[in-house]
């Protein structure tokens, strides 16, 4: 394959973008009155609008052309199937599969993850309904109100935006915030006004060691047991998201509030797997299924009855 720069694909949308670069919309939907109708798409509730970019039907046939010379296709089929196509770790990339359904099959070496996605999920949704009704409850007895995700970068930009995104469908009895900078402000302003004996904590890291979110952490620690009097209140009080469950015990947090993941999940895509925990506290389990589902069906190509002609199919498993 020829290095991108020198592709001849790649220099015919270098000359069409010079040709069309000073074209006015106006001018194009004067020529194209039904471009707002084939530069569109609808699907799984929503709808794509890129008509009012400035492309033409060359335009789309030139990037189709680009893909297609790429490999996106056969890359795309490739992380489906469970295949290492991260090349500098040597692992899969299956985010699709947290938000499979049960009834899915994803292999990654030859084993069906989805049983163990599944196995992830329902724990973390018996644990959020048991917060959200007040069943889990405080050192002290209270009732849990706030809840922290502790984290720095998929382990928290994810869940933050997901739950921006999500609030009107939050419990808005709950206070949920996300500290990821490890300037002691950032964590003393997001407890400054929340009561020690209704507010827990969710450490977000994979390895349990990542230096912002373990400082935070402990520093989050010091501020229960000086509010609470006890050592052992972190128990009550924390809950984690980590492979390494060995240092998150050794932290206080008891094993049955550890969340798990797995090597095939991207920090930048984990808001769908335990990382997502925090979101599914604040909208409920039920809703944050719906989410998954809907990721799903947008990763699902039928989903997309404008774009079932065969070469648009190359980008409709991009969600």
Not at 6 to 26: E, F, M, N, T, Y
Not at 231 to 258: C, L, M, Q, W, Y
């Amino acid at each position: 394959m020829p290095v991108l720069t020198g592709s001849p694909v790649w220099q015919a949308i270098i000359a069409h973008h010079a040709r069309i670069k000073d074209v006015h919309l106006r001018a194009l939907f004067a020529d194209d009155p039904g471009r707002a109708t084939r530069f569109s798409a609808e699907g799984a509730g929503l709808f794509l609008d890129y008509s009012k970019n400035r492309i033409t039907d060359e335009t789309l046939q030139l990037l189709l052309a680009l893909a297609e010379e790429r490999g996106v296709a056969r890359r795309r089929d490739a992380m489906f199937a469970g295949e290492k196509i991260n090349a500098t770790e040597r692992r899969a990339v299956l985010h699709v599969a947290l938000r499979a359904p049960r009834s899915a099959r994803i292999e990654v070496d030859g084993a069906d993850v989805v049983p163990d996605v599944h196995k992830v999920l329902d724990a973390m949704a018996d644990f959020a309904t048991r917060l959200r009704s007040g069943t889990l409850t405080g050192h002290t007895g209270k009732r849990i109100r706030n809840v922290i995700n502790i984290g720095i970068g998929g382990s928290y930009l994810g869940p933050e935006m997901a739950y921006r995104a999500l609030r009107p469908f939050s419990d808005r009895s709950m206070t949920i915030r996300f500290v990821a900078n490890v300037d002691g402000a950032d964590l003393s302003e997001a407890t400054v006004d929340l009561d020690a004996a209704e507010t827990l904590f969710i450490v977000s890291s994979k390895t349990f060691t990542t230096l912002e979110t373990i400082t935070n952490a402990a520093a989050a620690r010091t501020w229960l047991v000086q509010n609470l009097g006890q050592a052992a209140t972190v128990a009550k009080h924390f809950a984690a998201v980590s492979t390494n469950i060995e240092a998150a015990t050794e932290f206080g947090i008891d094993t049955d509030r550890i969340f798990g993941f797995w090597d095939w999940v991207g920090g930048r895509y984990s808001m769908d797997s335990a990382i997502g925990l925090s979101t599914m506290v604040a909208v409920g389990p039920e809703n944050f299924q719906a989410m998954l589902t809907l990721l799903w069906h947008l990763k699902n190509r039928s989903a997309f009855p404008a774009y079932r002609h065969a070469d648009r199919n190359l980008f409709c498993a991009a969600a």
